[in-house]
């Protein structure tokens, strides 16, 4: 077990490759200048809002105390000033969903895509895209999101027509062989 993680979080032998490229456009972003304290009130509706969203348990949280910043699969440790903030919330709860997810990483795509949902969702449509383009530019990378499953399904008479079509075009290139 890897001495870095704290606390008891899945997958702990994937890489945290990206984690230097995620911070440093996270960074870039002008919501993560916003040092707005929250009250311990305001921080525990706002985990058990994200909670809600996300269809988790919400976390046990750590909100006083000289301790590490951190989050596992049930906890989330935000003990000082700077980390009672939205954005730095939106960043931790981003692990514990994560954490709670099937594809569990730490600052990987799934982590990467999930943040991404949460910013959308609790800081604003302007914020997603400026962390999306951030994302780009710092090659962090993320999951597309899903596509409509209609999307696939294709019609008898459409397949036809593809049969079709590619009869035609066996027939075409026929001529020229031989
Ligand atoms: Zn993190």
Known sequence: MALSYIGNI???HIRDHQRKRLYEAEEECSFWND???LSISDVKYLISSISAWAKIKPP???LEGHTMVYATQDTISLPYPITKTLPYICHEMSHVI??????ADHHGRNFASTYLKVVRQFIGLKSYRELLESFRKHKVKFRRQKR???YYAVSHSDERRSQGQLRGYQQATNKYSG
């Open 10 to 12: 899945p997958n702990t």
């Open 35 to 37: 040092i707005n304290v």
């Open 60 to 62: 046990t949280g750590i």
């Open 98 to 103: 994560n954490y709670n997810s099937d594809e």
């Open 148 to 150: 409509n499953v209609k």
